[in-house]
C-alpha cells in the first residue's frame, strides 16, 4: 500500500545492482549476474552457498563475505532461485574442497537446491543442510516440517565460521544438523506483507489486531488475535520458542531479534529489552544478541525472536571475525 | 497505526536498555542513564557528542564508538534532550582536550546544547558544529535555517574520525563548517510517521500520493505529489540535492540512500541503483555509497538521498575505520 517500488519486472534485478554497488569492496556478480560471490574467494575452503527467493534481504546476499557466505542465489520475489543459477554459483566458487548448500526448508527452494545438486554429481562433491527454525510450523503442519525463517542467520554464520576455519564438508554438515534441535524462532505482524505485484497487502488486519506465527512470505501465521501490549506479544513468541528448544548443558543461549522490513530500530531495541526480561525471569541470561533487520518479509511491519541454544564450540564459531554488507564484527 | 509499540511513558528508556544490553561490548550508559557513551573512552581525544529526540534510531545512538562519537544523549521523541544530559555527558568523556558537540539544526536542540556549552563554561573547552544539510529547508522557510537530516551521519563520521587521528578543538570546528556547503538531503514519505502518543499517522497521504521534502519528525514536505514511478521519484530528490551544492574540483562524491524506518532493504538497493544512473547522467561517480537505514522518522515510510562533495582529505577520514553498533568498517 505505501511501497515506493513501482517496475516489478526489474525490482528484483535493479535492487541487486543498487546492493554490488554498494558494496563492491566486499562483493561482486557471478558469472551473467545469475548470483552474488564473496569478491576474494579463500582456496582449499568448502564453498557455503546459500539462496532464495528476494524479498527477505539482506538475507542472503548481505551475509556474502569473509567468514560466511561464499555465494548466495536471489529468486524473483518470494520464488526459488533456478538450479541453473545455483550450479553456476558452485562453479565459479568452488576451489576444490566441495560445497555446502543451506537451505530454508521450502518446498521450492529445497527442490531447487536438490536438482542443483544433482546436476553438478562428477563435478562437485555436495552436502546440504537444511534450516528449520520456525517454531510456528512443524511436521503436523506442513509435509516438509518446519520453515526456515530468521535462524537462517545463525545457520549461516556459524557454518560460514567452521568453514573458515578450514573445517570439510562432512563437518559442516554435521555442525548444521546438529544446531537443527536448538534453534527455534517466532514471528508477529502488525501488518501484512505489500505484494510487489498487486501492490496490496496479503493478509487484512484491522488496527486492533495482530497475527501470531507468520512466516516471511505473507503466509498468515498460526493464529489472529486482539493488539496486545508490548510485554504480552513478547511473551507469544518467547514461550512457544523456549517450549520447543532441546535443553543443552553449558549452552551459550544467543538471542534474535529480527525486524520483518517495515519495523524501525526504537521498536526492535523495546522488543530486545522485553524478551531479555522474559527470559530472565526463567534463569536464561543470552551470552550474545543480535538485534536488527536481518531477515525481513518486504515491507511486513512486525518482528521475530529466535533463540539459539549453542554449545561453547558453535559460540566461538558465532563470535569468529565476520565481515559481510549486513553483519561485521 | 501498525505499531508493536504500546508503553510510550517508558519507550525510549526500554528502548535504549534494549540497545545498550545489545551492544555491550561497545558503549555503557553515562551515569543516571542520561546519556549512552563510548565504553573504552581515549584520553586526550576531543569528546564528540551529539544527541537529539528519539524517534531517529540508529542515529545516534548507534554511532557512539570507535572512530565515531564518545557520547549520545536522547530525549524523548521527537523532543531534545535537557541540557542536563548533555553535561553529564561532557562532565564523563571530556579527558582534557575538550568537548565537540555535533547538533542538528533544530530551534529546541540548538537551544539546549548551547544551554549545556554555557553552563560548562570554566569546566570544558567546547566548540559546537551545527549540521543543516536538508536541501527543502532553508533561510527563506524557516528562520533557523536548513534542517539537519541524513547528512548528519557524514558530519559525525568525519569528525570522530578526525578526533580520533588528534585533531584538536578548533580544526574540528573548522572541518564541520566546511562541510556544510557540500552536503544535501531530500526525503520522500509514502507514509507519515505514527505518533506514539496518538497511534496516527502525523500527515495523512492517499495510496496514490506522496510527500516530498520531508522532515524527520513527521513535519510535512515541501509539496505533495501524485505518486510516481520509481525513477521520478529519485529525481525528484536528487535534482534539488545537486543544485545546492557548492562545487569543489576533485571533490570524492559520496552517496547515501537512507530508509526512514518503514521501508526495507529491497527498496533501499533499488533506489540506489536508481540514484547512480541519475548520478551518471550528469557525469557524477560516487567514491563511495551508503544504503541502509540509519535516519529514521520512527516507521515512516519512504527515504532520503544525500549527497556529499567531500575533498580528498574529508573521503580518507569517511573510509577510516569505525566501530560502532550502526556503522563498522
Redesign the interface.
Known sequence: ???????TQT??A??????V??HEELVAFGRAAKFVRRRALHPGKVAVISGGG??H??LHC?FVGAGMLDAACTGHVFTSPTPDQILAAMDETDTGAGCLLVVKNYDGDVMNFEMAAEMAAGRHRVETVIVEDDAATGPSVRSRGRRGVAGTVVVEKILGAAAERGEDLAALKALGEGLSGRLRSMG?A??GVTSPDT?RATFA?G?DEMEIGVGIHGEPGLYRTGRA??AE?VRLLCEPVLAQLAPLDGARPLLI?NGF??????????????A?AFLRERGIVPAR???G?FV?S??M???SVTLALLSPAEFELWCAPVTTPAL??
Open positions: 500500500m505505501t511501497r515506493f517500488l513501482g517496475a525490482l528484483v535493479d535492487s541487486l545492482i543498487g546492493f554497488a554498494a528476494a524479498g534481504e539482506p548481505g508477529v502488525l501488518r501492490a488486519l488496527p501490549g508490548p506479544i531479534v522490513g517495515g519495523t524501525p530500530p526504537i521498536e526492535l531495541n523495546y522488543a530486545h529489552a522485553l531479555r544478541a543480535l538485534v533487520t525481513t518486504l515491507d511491519a512486525g518482528l561485521v564484527w
